[in-house]
Structures are given as C-alpha cells and as structure tokens.
T-cell receptor, first 113, second 112 residues
Framework: EADIYQTPRYLVIGTGKKITLECSQT?????MYWYQQDPGMELHLIHY???????EKGDLSSESTVSRIRTEHFPLTLESARPSHTSQYLC????????????FGPGTRLTVL | GNSVTQMEGPVTLSEEAFLTINCTYT??????LFWYVQYPGEGLQLLLK?????DKGSNKGFEATYRKETTSFHLEKGSVQVSDSAVYFC???????????FGKGTRLSVIA
C-alpha cells in the first residue's frame, strides 16, 4: 500500500478564496507530481518536482503554484479560486529509476462555487 | 512525439467475458510500460508493469506483454468480474528523469 496522503479529500469553497491542497509521502521519494483529472478521466500533469527546491510546470498550464521545501511535502496553492478550477487533483511520487512504480494519493475533489 | 494511445471506452462486458484493452505507444529508446487502475473515488494504483521488450507483466489475472515490434502493451484478462469495473490507464516512461505519459483512460463496466 502506498504511503502517500492528500488532504482534504473533498473541498467546497467560494470564488476568490485562497486554498492549499496538501500532499505528503513517507517513502523518501525525490520525485513528486500533481495531476488534474477532468470529468472525462484524462490526466493532465500540472506540476512536478525532482527534489527539494526544484519545481517545474507540467504539460497543462495551471494558475496554481507549488513549493518543495521538504522532501516529503509538496503542497499546491490556488491564490484565488475560480469555478474553472473545479476538478479532481491527484498527487503522486516515485523513486529515481525509470522502472520505478509511481504511487498516487487518493485525490482531492475541489468544487469552487 | 512521445505519446500513449489506448482504445476509447466505455467498454461494457458481461461477467466472465474476455477482456482486451489496446494500448500502443510512440517513444524513443526503450521505455518502461505500465497499466494503472482507478476504482471509483480513489487515486490510481499500479496494476502491472514491464520494463523491457518481451517482458510480461501480470497481476490479479490481468496480463500485458511488452511488444517492441508492434509498440504495443495490450491489457488482457480471461474472465472479468464485476469488481474489475474501473478506469484503466496505460502509461510509459522513457527514463527516470522524465514524467510518466498516460493514455486517456478506458472505462470498463462489468455487469452480472
């Protein structure tokens, strides 16, 4: 079983609020990822990190930001939420080898009213 | 470019039917290949993987063989169960320094 956690699992907030989605893993993985999953199921990589103080933007442009101050923690922040941010957000981590399994958290379902 | 193409769903099968979900990839070199499964309300979890040509990954009755000549990694199961209803994602990774690339997912519904 994967040791990767996301909180909250569900969040309903109003437009304009600042929110932070938490992601933590206890596997010592250097590589961590954030995906946005649309209702059609497709996964879009929005941010990733290959270690402390390293962050990169993914394939899908996102208004969110991320930070990586500690190996185990990779939070995602929206400064001003909008209805277009309503989605499922999945965090993942993996080891250093290309053959390593990527582990996913349970996801945060965000609804912005 | 580097991409993963999997058959579009939804796929609806009766219990005990044979399942095939096609997946093909384009990539340079020799990528590692994965199948992930997502049950309702959950994150993705690894179903099986293969890291070199002709490898066969298997788990829970599912199998997939890494076919370099056809650049394919089709998922099969001989007899599906209602509990197999989920979304299945094919993915590939070129190396440890590149993110996984996922297909668009295939929803499977198994009816009793």
């Amino acid at each position: 079983e994967a040791d990767i956690y996301q909180t909250p699992r569900y969040l309903v907030i109003g437009t304009g609020k600042k929110i932070t989605l938490e992601c933590s893993q206890t596997m010592g993985h250097d590589k961590m990822y954030w995906y946005q999953q649309d209702p059609g199921m497709e996964l879009h990589l929005i941010h990733y990190s290959y270690g402390v103080n390293s962050t990169e933007k993914g394939d899908l442009s996102s208004e969110s930001t991320v930070s990586r101050i500690r190996t185990e923690h990779f939070p995602l922040t929206l400064e001003s939420a909008r209805p277009s941010h309503t989605s499922q957000y999945l965090c993942a981590s993996t080891g250093t080898s290309g053959t390593d399994t990527q582990y996913f958290g349970p996801g945060t379902r965000l609804t912005v009213l | 470019g580097n991409s993963v193409t999997q058959m579009e769903g939804p796929v609806t099968l009766s219990e005990e039917a044979f399942l095939t979900i096609n997946c093909t990839y384009t990539a340079t070199g020799y990528p590692s290949l994965f199948w992930y499964v997502q049950y309702p309300g959950e994150g993705l979890q690894l179903l099986l993987k293969a890291t070199k040509a002709d490898d066969k990954g298997s788990n829970k009755g599912f199998e997939a063989t890494y076919r370099k000549e056809t650049t394919s990694f089709h998922l099969e199961k001989g007899s599906v169960q209602v509990s197999d209803s989920a979304v299945y994602f094919c993915a590939r990774r070129n190396s440890g320094n590149t993110p996984l690339v996922f297909g668009k997912g295939t929803r499977l519904s198994v009816i009793a």
